[in-house]
């Protein structure tokens, strides 16, 4: 039994840094890498929606040289990726509220998500300045202006994930043990696997662990 969803909280990259006696840049960086590192590989195993927790809305408070650092990042990783992800028909979503960024970055996402729309080998969702709950009331605030009651099924269309398959397999590096705002409502019944590396240290080797994890897990979703 192999995921097909499978969503990644990249965490721990400035402690990476800081174990090192570098700037939390570095770590930055390092994660960037290896990011990109990890996301060929999900597909090349036969993950069909891979969803990298990129920036939460609280990340948004941090000091304005690492936003700077990380903004610089976004910008490099759709400069270089777009066109590459396209020609391996790799599909780019992003999710999360886009005003909060700069104006550049967001013209930078909808031409990536236009130039890829195409891809059926796959979809990489990143989710920038990304909150679980704000999705959560901005999908009810949708459903009230609209004036009608929903179903789940409705609902869950109503969120930024609503064409996307069921997520399967939440892992979170950094050894944290919580979900920290991330698909709160997409986790109700996907397998959690937590593993204590930073993420820079995260190998393929890693992710072959957590989809070997995922394999034995008994999913019953509540029935017997």
Same mark, same amino acid.
């Given at each position: 039994m192999k995921p097909q969803h499978v969503a990644i909280i990249m965490d721990g990259n400035g402690?990476? @840094?800081?174990r090192r006696l570098l700037p939390r840049s570095a770590g930055?960086?390092?994660?960037?890498?290896?990011? %990109?590192?990890l996301s060929e590989y999900a597909f090349e195993r036969g993950v069909s929606c891979l969803t990298l927790y990129a920036l939460s809305t609280e990340n948004l408070s941090r000091p304005?040289?690492?936003?700077?650092?990380? #903004?610089?990042?976004?910008?490099? =990783?759709? !400069?270089e990726q777009t066109e590459r992800l396209r020609e391996r028909g790799i599909r780019i979503l992003s999710i999360g509220d886009r005003t909060l960024l700069p104006a550049d970055i967001q013209g930078m996402i909808s031409d990536a998500e236009t130039m $890829? !729309?195409?891809? $059926? !080998?796959? $979809?990489?969702? %990143? !989710?920038? @300045?990304y909150g679980g709950r704000q999705e959560i009331v901005r999908a009810v605030n949708r459903a009230v202006k609209e004036g009608r009651e929903v179903t789940e099924a409705e609902f869950s269309a109503l969120l =930024?994930?609503?064409?996307?398959?069921? %997520?399967?397999?939440?892992?979170?590096?950094?050894?944290? $043990?919580?979900?920290?705002? #991330?698909?709160l409502y997409q986790s109700a019944y996907a397998e959690l696997y937590f593993s &204590? +590396?930073?993420f820079p240290d995260f190998t &393929?080797?890693?992710?072959? &662990? @957590?989809? +070997? @994890?995922?394999?034995?897990?008994d999913r019953r979703f509540g029935r017997i």
């Open positions: 402690r990476w @840094a800081q930055h960086r390092a994660g960037f890498r290896r990011m %990109l590192e304005q040289e690492e936003l700077d650092e990380l #903004f610089g990042l976004f910008r490099t =990783y759709f !400069a $890829t !729309a195409s891809g $059926t !080998a796959g $979809t990489l969702v %990143l !989710a920038i @300045a =930024y994930t609503g064409d996307l398959p069921p %997520l399967d397999l939440l892992i979170r590096t950094g050894k944290e $043990t919580r979900l920290s705002n #991330f698909l &204590k +590396k930073l &393929k080797g890693d992710l072959d &662990k @957590a989809f +070997k @994890a995922y394999s034995l897990r």
